[in-house]
Structure formats: C-alpha cells, structure tokens
C-alpha cells in the first residue's frame, strides 16, 4: 500500500495557524473516519494528537484540530508556539486489517 | 497511566530474525489491539501488524516473514522477523489501540554483519 501524502514542510510564525494535508485515496482516508495525527519531536516517540479525524485525546491543547474533506485529511495548528516545532504524521485504517501512514510534515515555527 | 517498554538486541545479521518484545505496565494487555511500528533513520513509520485477543494481523508487505504473539502472564507482546536485510534497519515501537494512544520509547535495531 502507498504512504499517504504529505507536504515535506510547513511553517509559520508564533501565533499564527498552520494546516498540514494528508492525501490518501477512497480505499483509506475517503472512506474511514479513523485518521489519526501524530507528533514527533526529534528522538522521541510519535505522540497522538488527533484521532478518528477531529478528536482530541485528554491534555492535549484545542490549538490542534482535525478535520476530513474526501480523501484529504487535514490538521490545523492555531497560535502556533516553539513547542510546536516537530515533525507530524497523519495515519489512516486502510481496511482488510491494514493501517497506513503519511509520509510526515516537518513543521518550522519561525 | 500505561507504560510501554520495547527491549531486544540492537544488532541483527543479514538473513537472521529479528526478534523484540514490548512489556506493558500499568495496565492490562488484554482488553487492547497491540501494534508494532517502525521508522527507518530519517523516514517515516510504517505499520506492521497488530495482535487482538490472540489473533494477529499483519502489512501486506512484511506479512511472509512477520509474526506478532502476546504472552498475557508476563504482559508481553513479541515481535519476530525473519530474513531481515538492511532496509529492516529501524527504530522498532510498539503501540496501543486502534489509535496508537501510547506508545513505547522505542528500540533501534541495525541490520549488519
């Protein structure tokens, strides 16, 4: 299965909003509302951010939202913060028992 | 709260298995989906399966040599990799849940002679 699609790298200024894309196709993002987000800063592990497309686990900031539009995922960082410098993945059930990942954005906070 | 603890050797040959165990403390391995995901240097994640109430599922491209196993006395879930080459060079994590809500620290496994 292919990795769903990213942008390389996104960024912005403190206090402004970024929003990262995650393509992927009917058979995954288009059709299942189980995308995730991750973020991972460098030498540690992914840590969930956003589940089943716009759900916030407990303790993590309102600044990170989630939504979905066909097969395009996307997430929306708001009054963006240097903690916020990482790199993040999106994730998507693919069915058949299957899950596939973004090919990761690496955010830059100026 | 969960802990997840992923522990192996770091150095495998060429041609060999891979083998790694993730124990889990703070709560019970039984009411979960249990999956291993790993990350090449400097590249993104990939998935490689998942074990639920014993059944395990594997990535369409690792499912030939991979196998997923849960020790549910010693809260353990075991990961084997058979004929490993040098593109199985990874951070190795696993995770809980459909929604990978926690996850280990992860290990880094080389594959070299």
């Known amino acids: 299965q292919s990795a769903l699609t990213q942008p390389p790298s996104a960024s912005g200024s403190p206090g402004q909003s970024v929003t990262i894309s995650c393509t992927g196709t009917s058979a995954d993002v288009g059709n299942y509302n189980y995308v995730s987000w991750y973020q991972q800063h460098p030498g540690k592990a992914p840590k969930l951010i956003i589940y089943e497309v716009n759900k916030r686990p407990s303790g993590v900031p309102d600044r990170f939202s989630g939504s979905k539009s066909d097969n395009t995922a996307s997430l929306t960082v708001s009054g963006l913060q240097a903690e916020d410098e990482a790199d993040y993945f999106c994730s998507s059930y693919a069915g058949s028992n299957n899950y596939v990942f973004g090919s990761g954005t690496k955010v830059s906070v100026l | 709260q969960v802990q997840l603890q992923e522990s192996g050797p770091g150095l495998v040959k060429p041609s060999e298995t891979l083998s790694l165990t993730c124990t889990v403390s703070g709560g019970s391995i039984g009411s979960y989906y249990w999956s291993w995901i790993r990350q090449p240097p400097g590249r993104g994640l990939e998935w490689i399966g998942y074990i639920y109430s014993g059944r395990a599922k594997y990535s369409p491209s690792l499912k030939s040599r991979v196998t997923i196993s849960v020790d549910m006395s010693k809260n353990e879930v075991s990961l084997r990799l058979t004929s490993v080459n040098a593109t199985d060079t990874a951070v190795y994590y696993c995770?809980?849940?459909?929604?990978?809500?926690?996850w280990g620290q992860g290990t880094l496994v080389a594959v070299s002679s």
């Open positions: 995770a809980r849940g459909w929604s990978f809500d926690h």
